[in-house]
Every structure is written in C-alpha cells, then in structure tokens.
C-alpha cells in the first residue's frame, strides 16, 4: 500500500506534459477538422453529428472519471486515458465515413473526458502537496499546447490529415508509455485525507464544498467557459463585421489565446500574493469591461483590444474553480468540469441565436454579462479556498 502523497517539481512537471498534450491533440483535432469534413464526403449537418457524438462522449467520460477516479488509480487513469486519446486521433484520421467517424468520435469524447477529470483531480492533489498555487499555470500548459499543435496544423496544411493525425497520436501515446513509471509517482494518501482519518490532527485543509456551493461553482464554470466558447466561435466573425481585413480578423482570436496563455502564466503568482477570490473577480471585472468596450466599438482595434482583455480577464477563472471544488473529491471536479463544458458547448449556439434576433454586437454582450456575474459571486463561491 502506498504512503503519504508527496509532490515535488517533478510531480509537477510530470503533470505540465500532460496538459500541453491535451492541449495539443485537441487543437490538432479542431484545425483539421474541415479535412475530415471533407474526406467523409459530409455535409454541415453530418460534421454536426460528429461534434455531437464527442461532446456526449466526453459527458459520460466526464462522470466515468469522477466515479473511477481515486488517488491509487489516478497513475492508470492518466496513462489509460492518454493512450487513449492518442489512439482515438489515429481512428479519427482514418475514419471516412460516418458510422466510423461517430464510433471514433464518441471514444474520442469518452477519452477526453477521463482524462480531464484524472488531470484535474492529480492537479488539486498535487497543488495541495506543495501548498502553493500551481493550478493556473498548469492550465497555461493546456493554452500552450494548443496554440503548438494549432501552429503544427497550420504549417502541415498540405499534408494529409490522416497522417497528421497518426504521427501526433503515436508520438503523444508514446510519451504517455515513456511516462508509466513516473506517473506512478501520484498515487498515495492525501495528507488531509490522512489527518482526517487523527484524531489529534489539526492540519488546516480547504473546507469541503457544500451542495449548493458546488453548483455555484459549476454555473460559474459554464458562465466562463461560455465566453470561452464565444471567443473560439465568434471572435473572428466579430472582426469581420466590422470590416477588417482577414489577417486582422484571424487577429482576434489568436490575440484572445495569448492574453489567456498569459494571465495563466502570471495567475499563480497573484493568487498566492492576493488570494483566488480577489484575483477572479478583477479579473472578471477586466472581462466584462473589456468584452463590452469590444463589442460596442466600431473600430478594429478596439475589437482586437476588448477580445484581448477578455482572455486575460478569464484567464484565472476556471483553474480557481476547479481547484475549490477539488475539496471535494473526483466527483465534485467532474460536476463542475461537466457543467463547465455545457456552458461551452452550449455558448456559441446560443450567441448566434441573440445574433439572429438582434445583432451580433448585442449577443456578445452576453458573456460580458455573465462575467460580471463571475465578478460578483467570486467572493461567495471561492472563500475559503486554499492550496
């Protein structure tokens, strides 16, 4: 039976590959996907179906990892999860129908799910370990993979996805094989868990969300992750509206991902300086503020500038929430993660639909809305929350 959990930079670097590969196959995945849009002779409806069939994957493998998920599994999880993932990409370059591509794309959801949840879980264990924040900065590494493996997409454009998607996935699953017996290293007994277990122990741990405080921090994950899915999906139409040339629309976006690659980079250190709640709601204040200036402007570098500061401004949200549900177990990071990528999903689907009633320029008021509503309940939903 393993000992006492004890983290170290090493534990944290082990957990830094892990997210910018996340980041990686799931950027990788999204540039191309026109590709595979186009090598399963699909039409809007059936790419659809596709996004569809992975998103309700990554739910149930979402609740699949805060089932399964404990301290003496989590070494199997990660490297399970990550094989996974990395085979599922390969599956999904060479699907070319949709019976295939749906099959795929659900393990591919179910994968990802696991993962996350699994990465989430060793990240709060690992935070709490150390005593310092670190939660921020592991999240910078998912930005950071991403941004690499959009950057790989776009400079092997001319090569087949199908092969794209190959080399990435065995090279990934290779790192995840390479990783078993260091990843080994993560198993063991929270310290809190085992002071819970003494009487005479008086170790300060983070309180245990209540119920209803573990669904604020969920609405408050969707609520972020929301603007998030607003930024993916309408940040260069945004641009475009207003009439910028292509490269300053393709701009926004890439300047949104930077600021929030950025934020996280710093996130940590400010949280240790000036506590979670405080350093969420400014930075929530600076979204809404932002977002709004953006989205009322007329001019493009108002736009790039108001995008901009809604990625910094988010930047430290999610990490924060996840790491206060934490407290509560596997279970309570998937709720939260879960409900956090509905508001994802959900986000960009609603904005279109204000867009269509109004403008788009109003909808996107929207998540300007809800981050000043992260900015208001920060307080409430983050007290007490400690590494």
Excluded: K
């Excluded at 957990?15 to 399963?40: K, N, S």
């Excluded at 992975?54 to 490297?79: D, E, K, N, S, Y």
Aim: hydrophobic share 55%.
């Amino acid at each position: 039976m393993s000992g006492a959990f004890a983290a170290g930079p090493g534990s944290r670097a082990l957990l830094t590959g892990y997210f910018l590969g996340l980041g990686m196959i799931m950027a990788v995945w999204g540039a191309r996907m026109p590709a595979v849009q186009e090598a399963a002779h699909l039409g809007t409806g059936g790419l659809a179906l596709v996004l569809l069939a992975a998103a309700v994957g990554m739910v149930a493998g979402l609740q699949i990892g805060g089932r399964c998920t404990r301290p003496a599994r989590l070494p199997a999880l990660l490297t399970a999860g990550s094989i996974s993932l990395a085979g599922c990409l390969v599956l999904l370059g060479q699907s070319e129908s949709l019976s295939t591509l749906l099959t795929a794309a659900v393990a591919f959801g179910l994968a990802h799910g696991v993962l996350d949840v699994a990465a989430n879980t060793a990240a709060v264990r690992c935070q709490n370990a150390m005593g310092r924040p670190i939660m921020s900065g592991l999240h910078a590494a998912y930005s950071l993979g991403a941004l690499a493996g959009a950057a790989l997409a776009a400079t092997t454009a001319h090569t087949p996805h199908s092969i794209l998607f190959t080399t990435t996935g065995v090279l990934l699953a290779c790192a995840a094989v390479a990783a078993v017996q260091a990843t080994r290293s993560l198993s063991g007994t929270d310290h809190h868990s085992t002071a819970r277990d003494g009487a005479d122990s008086h170790e300060e741990r983070p309180l245990l969300p209540s119920p209803g405080r573990l669904w604020l921090l969920a609405a408050l994950a969707a609520a972020s992750l929301l603007g998030e899915g607003a930024a993916a999906d309408w940040a260069v139409v945004h641009l475009h509206a207003l009439g910028a040339p292509t490269a300053a629309s393709a701009l926004a976006f890439a300047l949104y991902s930077a600021a929030m690659a950025a934020g996280r980079l710093t996130g940590d250190r400010l949280t240790a300086a000036f506590g979670a709640p405080t350093v969420v709601r400014a930075g929530a204040v600076l979204a809404a503020a932002g977002l709004t200036i953006g989205a009322t402007g007329t001019s493009t570098p108002l736009a790039l500038t108001g995008w901009a500061l809604f990625g910094l401004g988010l930047s430290t949200t999610v990490p924060s929430l996840i790491t206060a549900a934490g407290a509560g177990g596997a279970r309570a990071v998937a709720r939260v993660t879960a409900t956090g990528y509905l508001g994802l999903l959900a986000g960009p689907a609603l904005i279109g639909a204000l867009a269509s009633a109004t403008t788009l320029s109003t909808a996107l008021l929207l998540p300007a809305a809800l981050a000043a509503a992260v900015a208001v309940l920060a307080h409430r939903a983050l007290e007490n929350t400690t590494p």
